[in-house]
T-cell receptor, first 114, second 111 residues
């Protein structure tokens, strides 16, 4: 009965490297969201997956950011050629369906780009 | 731009006192939600109030919604040290159930 899990918990990388962040949603949840939270800020929406529908990518800040969701379950957020301003906590959330408004959040991945 | 904006930005109270946090938003909503975040990690859903509701209770939490003023308040009664956290309001406009979060309120409850 695990909640949303994310890995790694922390990631330190050098500027210019690519990183992959993983999210395992709650089993059976069809909706999956990625958010970014910079220090002392609110959550910034990045991307949303709902079932087999095309994802809503409207929040992705640049073409260096992409995300996949394989088999309607696990999702990977990839950041290419990381920049220092990408440093933030990346949070994943899932909900039962699009119409189920409550979102359940994972613990986040804290990314630091040196 | 932020849809939800909370105030105050920071609140410090004594254990046992009530804490009131406010949120204002700009556009029409389907519902408004309050979340809590400890230590900059994952958020925990506290309570959801729909646009046709005016008040809702859950344990020591009381949420009000005034759609004419586009504002909501979260009241935590008889606060405890364990209530120390950041609190966020989030609005759901119905567009893909995408939540828009405010910057949060830092609540400190002194033992």
């Amino acid at each position: 009965g695990a909640g949303v899990s994310q890995s790694p918990s922390n990631k330190v990388t050098e500027k210019g490297k690519d990183v992959e962040l993983r999210c395992d949603p709650i089993s059976g949840h069809t909706a999956l969201y990625w958010y970014r939270q910079s220090l002392g800020q609110g959550l910034e929406f990045l991307i949303y997956f709902q079932g087999n529908s095309a994802p809503d990518k409207s929040g992705l800040p640049s073409d260096r950011f992409s995300a996949e969701r394989t088999g309607g379950s696990v999702s990977t957020l990839t950041i290419q050629r990381t920049q220092q301003e990408d440093s933030a906590v990346y949070l994943c959330a899932s909900s039962i369906s699009r119409d189920q408004e409550t979102q359940y959040f994972g613990p986040g991945t804290r990314l630091l780009v040196l | 731009s932020q849809q939800g904006e909370e105030d105050p930005q920071a609140l410090s109270i004594q254990e046992g006192e009530n804490a009131t946090m406010n949120c204002s938003y700009k556009t029409s909503i389907n519902n408004l939600q309050w979340y809590r975040q400890n230590s900059g990690r994952g958020l925990v859903h506290l309570i959801l109030i729909r646009s046709n509701e005016r008040e809702k209770h859950s344990g020591r939490l009381r949420v009000t919604l005034d759609t004419s003023k586009k504002s909501s308040s979260l009241l935590i009664t008889a606060s405890r040290a364990a209530d120390t956290a950041s609190y966020f309001c989030a609005t759901d406009t119905g567009a893909n159930s995408k939540l828009t979060f405010g910057k949060g309120i830092t609540l400190s409850v002194r033992p």
